[in-house]
């Protein structure tokens, strides 16, 4: 199964709203999708699992949905910590585990 | 506080071997399923190999099936990933990475990621 995120980097201002997609080449069973941010300099950080439910001590400003073969991370109103690259995994009944490509996100 | 402290990487000669350890703390290491991520440098993440709670049910990437060996030592709370033949392809930060839940019949994702231990193969 391979995962194809877009766009590969998102320039944005701080306030406006980053929708980010992760596309799957087979359907992505019991929607074990997930979303990790990582900073330059540090491991990935778990933001959401399950397509849609957020990590322990992630805000709500992070969102996510889909099924299928289509997920999106949605992050509203971002602040200058949340400029990053951000990476879907698919995880489930079967090996081995799929990463995309991840997603730049630029501060404009 | 759970933590992750990951150590053995090194500067090695292509053929050779590497045992990278992760000393873990905070939750019951032992009902956790376990797994070794790489990221090579500028590239994104991959996953390498997991290993159930036990310690008997083991998985690779096709990349180092064969070559490498993952392990646990549930009694000292420490994984381990032997490396052996190396390639220089397997220059990478080499993260060890905790599933989120104790689950049967699911490879989760991932909640918690150590700092990483650097190994480069280069002659």
């Known amino acids: 199964l391979v995962l194809t995120q877009s766009p590969g980097t998102l320039s944005l201002s701080p306030g406006e709203s980053a929708t980010l997609s992760c596309r799957a080449s087979?359907?992505?069973?019991?929607?074990?999708l997930a979303w990790y941010q990582q900073k330059p300099g540090q491991a990935p950080r778990l933001l959401i699992y399950?397509?849609?439910s957020r990590a322990t001590g992630i805000p709500d400003r992070f969102s996510g949905s889909g099924s299928g073969t289509d997920f999106t991370l949605t992050i509203s109103r971002l602040e200058p910590e949340d400029f990053a690259v951000y990476y879907c995994?698919?995880?489930?009944?079967?090996?081995?585990?799929?990463f995309g490509q991840g997603t730049k996100l630029d501060i404009k | 506080e759970i933590l992750l402290e990951e150590s053995g990487g090194a500067l090695v000669q292509p053929g050779g071997s590497l045992r990278l350890s992760c000393a873990a703390s905070?939750?019951?290491?032992?009902?956790?399923?376990m797994n070794w991520v790489r990221q090579a440098p500028g590239e994104g993440v991959a996953w390498v190999s997991h290993?159930?709670?036990?310690?008997?049910?083991?998985y690779y990437a096709d990349s180092v099936r064969g070559r490498f060996t993952i392990s646990r030592d549930n009694s000292k709370n420490t994984l381990y990933l032997l490396m052996t033949s190396l390639r220089p392809e397997d220059t990478a930060l080499y993260y060890c990475?905790?599933?989120?839940?104790?689950?049967?019949?699911?490879?989760?994702?991932?909640?918690?990621w150590g700092q990483g231990t650097m190994v480069t193969v280069s002659s």
């Open positions: 087979q359907s992505v069973s019991s929607n074990f």
């Open positions: 905070g939750f019951t290491f032992g009902d956790y399923g």
């Open positions: 990475v905790k599933d989120y839940v104790p689950r049967n019949g699911v490879f989760d994702a991932f909640d918690v």
């Open positions: 290993i159930g709670g036990g310690g008997v049910d083991t």
């Open positions: 399950g397509a849609s």
């Open positions: 995994q698919r995880y489930g009944y079967s090996l081995p585990y799929s």
